[in-house]
């Protein structure tokens, strides 16, 4: 199993850095205020195709030598990898695979579309969705770029906790989602390099707990059909990225789905910045755990902001 290590999170940074956007770290003093800790959001929601994963998207294209990046790229997505990684293969000029269960939102698909990607539907199964990536494979010979189970896409989400130590420092604690593990195990892989005294938190919705349960069992646990308004951190963790949640974070918290809406609806209101419900999970997790985070100085990574504001989660 390969293991990306920091020397693989500076050569993408530097890959990336002409791609993507450096994001602002903002802050709050209403939310600082109300947590009792100093908050320091790293604003991914600002990000190209706004979200985190650009970073690791652009990390494993522009990683490509010229003759397998001439095959192109593939994978199988629903959410903000799709789009980044069609972003990505868009921006080095190469073809873009996605295979999307046929139920996946129509504004998924069309931003898939809008970064030239081509679409593959599925049924919305997992075993559908490997096959029929199998397919694309056998037909062009894509490389797979998976959504979080690939070092160089853990290599590249790792550039978004180095540029929050760059640019803050002495943070007591960093709290990042948890789904398949990709971003916190970019996380823990700067962090216990560039500042191991920092806590890494992970921040996971109680209706797919899976990472949860992994963490307290010390093993994977696997979940199925987990359903959350935060609907990026439904899925699993993987081998890859359990090596580093088992070894570097240092809990995971819940956060119940009206605790996420409420920390989400009020960071629109007091940051004025639109953050989707996966992102609003940390916040989530430090309001509920105060006494935790009482008094530190917390980096709070927001991941994305592609929701759809004219059908807003939770809106009655």
């Known amino acids: 199993m390969n293991i990306p290590d920091f020397e693989d999170v500076r050569a993408a940074h530097m890959r990336i850095l002409p791609h993507i956007h450096r994001t602002p770290v903002l802050t709050s003093s209403y939310l600082s205020h109300l947590s009792g800790a ?5 604003c991914e929601n600002l990000q190209k195709v706004g979200a985190f994963k650009a970073r690791g998207a652009c990390n494993a294209v522009f990683g490509l030598s010229d003759a397998d990046a001439a095959r192109g790229v593939a994978t199988h997505s629903s959410g903000n990898h799709a789009a980044a990684l069609c972003y990505a293969a868009a921006a080095r000029g190469i073809d873009a ?3 999307m269960p046929r139920n996946a939102p129509a504004a998924k ?9 081509r679409i593959i539907e599925c049924e919305p199964t997992q075993a559908a969705r490997e ?9 062009n010979g894509a490389d797979v770029v998976h959504p979080y189970d690939d070092p160089r896409v853990i290599a590249g989400q790792a550039t978004c906790a180095l540029e929050m130590i760059e640019d803050i420092d002495d943070l007591d604690a960093v709290v990042a989602p948890i789904g398949g593990g990709g971003l916190i195990s970019g996380t823990c892989l700067a962090l216990s390099t ?15 707990d899976d990472a949860y349960r ?12 987990q359903q959350s308004v935060a609907d990026g951190l439904k899925t699993n963790l993987k081998p890859r990225t359990w090596h580093f949640v088992s070894r570097y974070v240092t809990d995971v918290l819940l956060a119940s789905e ?14 004025k910045i639109i953050i989707e419900p996966s992102s609003a999970v940390p916040l989530a997790i430090i309001l509920k755990n105060q006494e935790l985070f009482r008094d530190q100085r917390v980096g709070v990574i927001i991941t994305g902001g592609n929701v759809d504001i004219r ?4 809106c009655k």
Not at 311 to 314: D, L, V
Request: charged content about 20%; hydrophobic content about 45%; aromatic content about 10%.
């Open 131 to 139: 096959a029929a990536l199998a397919q694309v494979i056998a037909e």
């Open 311 to 314: 059908h807003c989660p939770g």
């Open 109 to 117: 698909k069309a931003a898939v579309r809008s970064y030239g990607g």
């Open 97 to 99: 695979t996605v295979v």
């Open 258 to 271: 009206t605790e996420i809406l409420d920390a989400m609806y009020l960071t629109w209101e007091r940051m």
């Open 194 to 208: 560039l500042s191991p005294e920092t806590r890494i938190y992970a921040a996971e919705p109680e209706n797919a």
């Open 214 to 225: 992994s963490f307290h069992a010390g093993e994977i646990v696997l979940q199925d059909a």
């Open 38 to 42: 100093r908050l320091f959001f790293k």
